[in-house]
């Protein structure tokens, strides 16, 4: 037995939330919840994931890896642009491969 979905034709042309293919510049707003990103921090780039949202303030909340083995949130508008490295999405603009975080790696 096999399940079958049936869509109507005007959802084929919309794009899946979280879909990064669409041709519209994706925002923080449009990655889905638990999706791994890079993000410019002040002094180097770190990495991210999208930990929640807060649609009443139109906010992302991401929890951001530290060089410690710490995390900690950041709060950052719904609207901020992302760029594609491939298929990594990087929010901040710089070259962020030389610049990223080594993290602890003792165990």
């Not at 901040?92 to 990223?100: F, V």
């Given at each position: 037995?096999?399940?079958t979905l049936e869509r109507s034709p005007?959802?084929?042309?919309?794009a899946a939330p979280g879909d990064l293919s669409a041709?519209?510049?994706p925002t923080l707003g449009s990655l889905p919840l638990g999706?791994?990103?890079v993000l410019r921090c002040r002094k180097d780039w770190r990495a991210a994931a999208v930990a929640g949202f807060e649609p009443d303030l139109a906010r992302v909340?991401?929890?951001v890896a530290s060089p410690s083995g710490h995390t900690y949130r950041l709060r950052r508008p719904a609207d901020s642009p992302l760029t594609l490295d491939g298929l990594i999405p990087v929010l901040g603009?710089?070259?962020w491969r030389p610049g990223l975080v080594r993290y602890d790696f003792r165990w």
């Amino acid at each position: 037995m096999s399940a079958t979905l049936e869509r109507s034709p005007d959802a084929a042309d919309a794009a899946a939330p979280g879909d990064l293919s669409a041709s519209a510049p994706p925002t923080l707003g449009s990655l889905p919840l638990g999706a791994r990103l890079v993000l410019r921090c002040r002094k180097d780039w770190r990495a991210a994931a999208v930990a929640g949202f807060e649609p009443d303030l139109a906010r992302v909340v991401l929890s951001v890896a530290s060089p410690s083995g710490h995390t900690y949130r950041l709060r950052r508008p719904a609207d901020s642009p992302l760029t594609l490295d491939g298929l990594i999405p990087v929010l901040g603009e710089g070259h962020w491969r030389p610049g990223l975080v080594r993290y602890d790696f003792r165990w």
